[in-house]
């Protein structure tokens, strides 16, 4: 009889195939995963919440300068100080230099805006005032006041009688701004000039 052939399996090495598709990853492949997911959930946070933190800011922002804007219109009223050289070129108001106790107001909404502005001068400082703005001290109607209730009421201005009041109002095409224009010239020397320019798109 021929000797038993030996069919015990082959023993595996630990240089030998390792273990089927059922294997568990190596902890560094595994940790590899994870990474690449976190570093896509950060990208993906990134991408969302940077633009939508911008709005927020800004819409915040917007609010907050609005309710400053809003708060400064009803406790301070005029202003007194100069309007800056930008809105004294739209509202085309030409305030002489070296004028006195000058102040300003401005409005605005979807229909029209208006600086108010009330300054005191010199006779000279008027002649070139009523120049620069398009118009003559022969245009100013004695005892006239251009300014109307309503302008009047919103920035506090009075104009009272026994004074030597002069208006005109010079008016242009659109888009540059119509001008009321009264003066006090109780004082000759020193006149006390009240504007309210107003802008119509």
């Known amino acids: 009889m021929s000797a038993p052939t030996d069919i015990t399996p082959p023993s595996h090495t630990a240089d030998g195939p390792g273990p089927g598709p059922g294997h568990e990853p190596h902890p560094e492949d595994r940790r590899a995963t994870v990474r690449r997911r976190w570093f896509t959930a950060f990208v993906i946070v990134l991408l969302i919440g940077i633009p939508a933190g911008y709005l927020a800011i800004s819409a915040e922002q917007s609010r907050s300068s609005g309710r400053d804007k809003e708060a400064e219109s009803s406790v301070t009223g005029l202003q007194d100080s100069w309007p800056s050289k930008m809105k004294r070129r739209v509202f085309e108001v030409p305030i002489p230099a ?5 102040a300003y107001f401005e409005t605005s909404n ?11 001068t010199t006779g000279t400082g008027l002649d070139d005032f009523l120049k620069n703005s398009g118009t003559s001290r022969s245009a100013l109607k004695h005892g006239d006041v251009t300014v109307d209730d309503r302008d009047a009421g919103i920035v506090g201005w009075e ?3 026994g004074r030597a009041w002069a208006g005109t109002t010079h008016h242009q095409d659109r888009p540059r701004p119509t001008r009321d ?3 006090d010239l109780t004082d000759p020397a020193a006149p006390r000039v009240y504007v309210v ?3 119509t798109p």
């Open 197 to 199: 320019s107003t802008t």
């Open 159 to 161: 104009f009272p009688d």
């Open 110 to 120: 979807w229909k029209s805006s208006r600086l108010y502005v009330q300054f005191t």
């Open 98 to 102: 070296h004028s006195q106790d000058v």
């Open 181 to 183: 224009i009264t003066v």
